[in-house]
């Protein structure tokens, strides 16, 4: 019996090639395919793609109509999770690198995956080289400070999931009791930034915000590098400000901002404040909005 290397020349499919063609058989005007169709688009024996179909239909990248085949809601939800990574990533991307020539240390963007941060972006020189992450990397949410910013404006479910799945230290400043991640993740919500004091590498120290409007964190930004944390305080405020202005580009001033915007303009004239209690008005309002 020839085999399929002996009589094309190339060695044999895979089975995850395999699995890729039946999927590329898909991408057609066409939202529904037969089993023939498959085999004919894919060029996959039919006692393969039959299989290779079985199997996607239980992971629910395809579903199943009587004879007929079409793309499920796994491959839709991993579709639409691609295209908002790439639209937050794009949104990000030029306010990273003002953030990295301001404050001088390695810039992430990061998102949430489970009890791990997951990066999209690292901005950063040939000094940054001392810092263990790359794009695509992942670390332990609760020793980073991207992974708690997002934690403490996410769900609780999702705490308590991090916190049954174990805190393992991965420095002797790693937090690994409960209640005290809990009381962190509450200070991270008074302040609206994250530290991270060598809890994830030793020497490397971060600060991070997260990229929330009104409600829930959907990605966090941070600073840091070796020997940072005496810079913390000084470069969170920037931060912050990245995260904000992030959100904005991608979502707009937002409902509240709206509404006070069309009540400005409703609103009959008042007559001007007197500059010294604007000075304090200011000061005050400073104060607030950086708590």
């Not at 006692?47 to 239909?57: C, N, Y």
């Not at 005290?180 to 994830?200: K, P, Q, W």
């Not at 901002?257 to 400073?286: C, I, Q, T």
Request: with cysteine.
């Amino acid at each position: 019996m020839t085999t399929q290397a002996a009589t094309t020349g190339f060695p044999p499919l895979s089975l995850l090639e395999k699995a890729a063609k039946v999927l590329s058989a898909f991408q057609s005007a066409e939202p529904r395919l037969t089993l023939t169709q498959v085999v004919q688009r894919s060029g996959i024996p039919r006692s393969s793609a039959h299989r290779i179909l079985d199997q996607l239909v239980q992971l629910r990248w395809l579903e199943r109509e009587g004879h007929d085949y079409r793309l499920g809601m796994g491959m839709l939800e991993l579709g639409a999770l691609a295209s908002h990574h790439n639209r937050l990533r794009r949104a990000a991307l030029p306010h990273l690198h003002a953030l990295h020539e301001s404050t001088g240390h390695l810039v992430h963007l990061t998102v949430l995956d489970g009890a791990e941060v997951v990066y999209l972006e690292r901005i950063g020189g040939s000094d940054d080289g001392g810092v263990p992450s790359r794009v695509g990397g992942r670390q332990p949410a609760h020793c980073t400070a991207a992974g708690k910013a997002i934690l403490a404006f996410g769900d609780a479910a999702l705490v308590e999931q991090v916190i049954h799945g174990g805190l393992r230290a991965r420095t002797p400043r790693t937090i690994t009791r409960p209640e005290s991640l809990r009381r962190e993740l509450a200070a991270v919500r008074e302040r609206g930034v994250a530290f991270d004091h060598e809890e994830g590498f030793r020497g490397v120290s971060c600060v991070a915000a997260p990229l929330r409007g009104a409600g829930r964190a959907v990605a966090a930004i941070s600073v840091c590098g070796n020997g940072a944390h005496r810079e913390l305080e000084r470069i969170a405020p920037s931060v912050l400000g990245c995260a904000r202005s992030v959100w904005q580009d991608m979502f707009g001033p937002g409902r509240r901002a709206k509404n006070r915007a069309r009540s400005e303009r409703a609103a009959p004239s008042v007559p001007a404040v007197p500059p010294h209690a604007m000075d304090g008005m200011m000061s005050w309002l400073r104060f607030s909005e950086w708590m």
